[in-house]
């Protein structure tokens, strides 16, 4: 059986829908950075990143950039931009999500998509140090944004806001 294809995705959506996509970066030698990416409609730039930030060593945050843009002169530029899918407007709050324009870091849902992703809890610690106590033998299973972007996607098909198809999909590139 051949893996889960990219989903295809048209280049104009319907009308009022917005465009999900997944940004990557290059966390070599580990592995990449993952967000979800929610731009406005005008400018594919200027958007919501949707992202756990953190490190398997410490923990992970659950975040939102509010009418964040990805500025070529900065390292906010993705690696890869993958459209994932197009989602209907009523998933969203245009207004509160774009917050009128004003660049804001926040960890507070405002619509249904991001209460969907918010459902998932950002990954904790789970590095431990050499002085750690932890139980002899058990392996410890290491979450990290990519693990909370899989999920988020899962609990997204589970709402009904995604297709089940962008979950099979993130599931087989997850490194």
């Not at 988020?152 to 995604?162: K, N, R």
Request: include cysteine; charge should be negative; glycine fraction near 6%.
């Amino acid at each position: 059986m051949s893996a889960p294809k990219q989903p295809a995705v048209s280049f104009k959506g319907p009308t009022g829908s917005f465009l999900v996509e997944l940004l990557t970066y290059n966390g070599a030698p580990f592995h990449d950075h993952w967000a979800l990416w929610v731009s406005l409609h005008d400018d594919p730039n200027f958007g919501v990143y949707i992202h756990a930030t953190g490190d398997v060593r410490n923990g992970f945050t659950f975040e939102l950039k509010r009418s964040y843009h990805l500025d070529e002169a900065s390292d906010s530029i993705p690696t890869t931009r993958i459209p994932l899918q197009w989602v209907d407007a009523e998933h969203f709050d245009e207004k509160a999500m774009f917050n009128d324009g004003k660049e804001t870091f926040d960890h507070v849902p405002v619509c249904e998509f991001e209460t969907s992703v918010h459902k998932v809890e950002a990954p904790k610690k789970s590095l431990n140090s050499v002085g750690d106590q932890g139980t002899p033998g058990k392996k410890i299973v290491q979450r990290d944004c990519q693990t909370w972007i899989v999920e988020a996607a899962d609990q997204l098909v589970q709402d009904g806001i995604f297709n089940k198809d962008v979950a099979a999909f993130l599931h087989s590139i997850q490194q």
